[in-house]
């Protein structure tokens, strides 16, 4: 009985302390929730992004025509959300500031990456190692944030490359596949007319749905799995096919590779696409019914 009068009374000691613990909590939730914004900014005005780390050269994006362009270490499309994470920054807020006069302090002294948006320069330092979050140097005034946007601005410069081989202004409304070896002796090509897909050779039938699936599916919602800088060979004689667009023009892919994986490159952007192999199979032939 003894025993188990102490075992109540432990835990009618433990749902006191627990109580008591939650009585006291407000005060202390209402300080960590306390924010401050890095800065008054907004996204929209950004037309120059610039991403530096010591003794390495900087990559450069510029905003032209509504979308980011990566202008060094070359010139490509970039992808835009990519883009957006490494701005986000400029909205972020903190739960910690601190006065930027002691720059040591927070590793700040020789900045272990920098980020300039337009005339806008954020500093990154060293992390916490209480909380693991770096601190991040903006005008007067040091915060701690999640390294998440570090992390963002220190991947790959090929990652930060559209990986979508079309503009986002560029509009597919036909394919001209006649100088592809499987497609050679009927030269075909298929065209969005008034809405329906037509194919060029005769006896081909296509079924609308099953067009619509295959565009939808391989062309308009199908980002490669990587993309690099591509330098066409000259010398060299690939494959190929052109891309109609809807204002008259046409973009031209040399096919370099088929297995184990395809590789497009497109010329005209010095960019090279590299999609899985049963992919690449269904993008470079549609479905037009064409009788076996």
Known sequence: MKARWLVNLALLLLVGAIAAFLYF????????????????????NFTKLSVEFPAKAPVMF???????????????????????????????????????????????????????????TFSFGT?????????????????????????????????????NPFKPTEQIVGFNFSHLEQWEDTRLSVDLVDGKWKASVANAKPNQNQMKEWYDNYWVHNPAQSVEPYTPDRKATYPSFEVKLK???????????????????????????????DVGFSMLNPPVGLAK
């Open 62 to 120: 510029e905003k032209i025509d509504g979308y980011w362009r990566l202008s060094k270490p070359y010139r490509a499309r970039a992808d835009q959300v990519s883009v957006l994470r490494i701005l986000s920054l400029a909205i972020a807020s903190s739960s910690e500031k601190f006065p930027a006069n002691d720059l040591a302090r927070f590793g700040l002294d020789n900045p272990r990456l920098k980020l300039k948006m337009n005339d806008e």
């Open 127 to 163: 992390y916490n190692p209480v909380t693991s979050e770096q601190y991040v140097a903006y005008k007067d005034s040091v915060y701690l944030l999640p390294g998440t946007y570090s992390e963002a601005a220190s991947v790959q410069v090929v990652e930060l490359i559209d990986k």
């Open 247 to 277: 204002d008259g023009s046409k973009v031209h892919f040399d096919k370099l590779q088929e297995s184990p994986e395809l590789q497009l490159g497109r010329p005209d952007e010095g960019m090279m696409y590299h999609f899985p192999q």
């Open 25 to 44: 909590r407000p005060a202390a939730t209402t300080q960590e929730q306390k924010s401050y914004q890095l800065s008054a900014l907004k996204l929209a």
